[in-house]
């Protein structure tokens, strides 16, 4: 396997607490040296989850050499809100936006309305993102389909108007089934869509959450998933070993089969994602400058 010919990108979620903030420069720091094409931060609409996602991208921007993407959802903002974020966005440097509608307020699986005066929908969304910026923009793509969405036809529809409002790479959702990938880009190509469609990783850091993240996403979990972390409720130990070898052989099986850009859900842990990535191929680059190792702010102080 030509290293050379893999391109991985990995997600990040700002921190709330100081524990948290050091764990995810951690991860950082283990995970800059593989050289991804980007990493992206996710967000939350409104109040301190858009702060933090803005401070953690203007970090990852001043202090490293990373490229980052950042989030940017619809849900509960006007079309001068949204604006606003992108425009500061540009301002401090960000070339690449994560352009998302976003769960409803009262959380996933109640009924999404778009603000009166906002975005109506992830397409729009990037048209607005083109109008006030010149930015890059990925969107989302659901193998399963959208849960919100009537059928699978339909969600590639909405794809595609994000597509032709100016989106020029899909990240999948997660998926443990590497067919449901490959049938939905079947479909996908079939529709005239060509952009990159890159698979979604999610590394099982706990099996519990990810049914849990599962459920609310319209994402299956297979029973041989489940049959492998049965019984290991209280064994963290054998729990990882097994998450390890679940990715393992999902992303070698995609390659196999001729995936070669992937994007992984970091959870803000960087140990299995990197496991991945070293059989992928991937060793720390040697070109990204002598930086030294990030520290939370409350020690940088």
């Given at each position: ?41 996710t967000y939350g609409a409104g109040g301190s989850t858009r ?56 959380g996933a699986g109640q009924r999404y309305a778009p603000h ?148 992984f859900y970091t959870m803000n842990r960087a140990d299995l ?29």
């Amino acid at each position: 396997m030509s290293a050379s010919r893999i391109g991985v990108s990995f997600e990040f979620f700002p921190p709330k607490t100081a524990e948290m903030e050091q764990a995810l420069w951690e991860a950082i720091n283990r995970l800059a040296p593989l050289q991804p094409n980007f990493v992206s931060v996710t967000y939350g609409a409104g109040g301190s989850t858009r702060e933090r996602t803005h401070s953690t991208v203007k970090r990852i921007l001043a202090e490293t050499m990373l490229t980052p993407a950042a989030h940017l959802t619809c849900v509960g903002a006007t079309r001068e809100d949204a604006d606003a974020v992108i425009g500061a966005y540009a301002q401090a440097g960000v070339r690449h936006i994560v352009a998302l509608r976003g769960d409803p307020p009262d959380g996933a699986g109640q009924r999404y309305a778009p603000h009166p005066d906002g975005y109506r929908n992830a397409a729009d969304l990037v048209a607005g993102i083109k109008h006030v910026a010149d930015i890059e923009v990925s969107v989302s793509a659901y193998p399963e389909k959208h849960p919100d969405s009537i059928s699978v036809t339909a969600d590639i529809d909405m794809l595609k108007a994000k597509v032709d409002a100016g989106a020029t790479r899909a990240i999948t959702q997660f998926f443990f089934e590497n067919d449901l990938y490959f049938r939905y880009l079947d479909r996908v190509r079939e529709a005239g869509i060509d952009i990159p469609i890159v698979p979604g990783i999610l590394p099982v850091q706990n099996f519990k959450t990810t049914r849990t993240f599962a459920a609310r996403c319209g994402a299956s979990i297979p029973a041989w998933l489940a049959d492998r972390f049965d019984g290991l409720d209280d064994d963290a130990a054998t729990r990882k070993l097994i998450a390890a070898a679940v990715a393992a052989e999902q992303v070698l099986d995609l390659v196999d089969r001729g995936v070669t850009d992937f994007h992984f859900y970091t959870m803000n842990r960087a140990d299995l994602v990197y496991a991945v990535c070293h059989l992928l191929g991937l060793r720390p680059g040697k070109d990204l400058g002598a930086r030294a190792p990030l520290q939370p702010e409350t020690e940088r102080a």
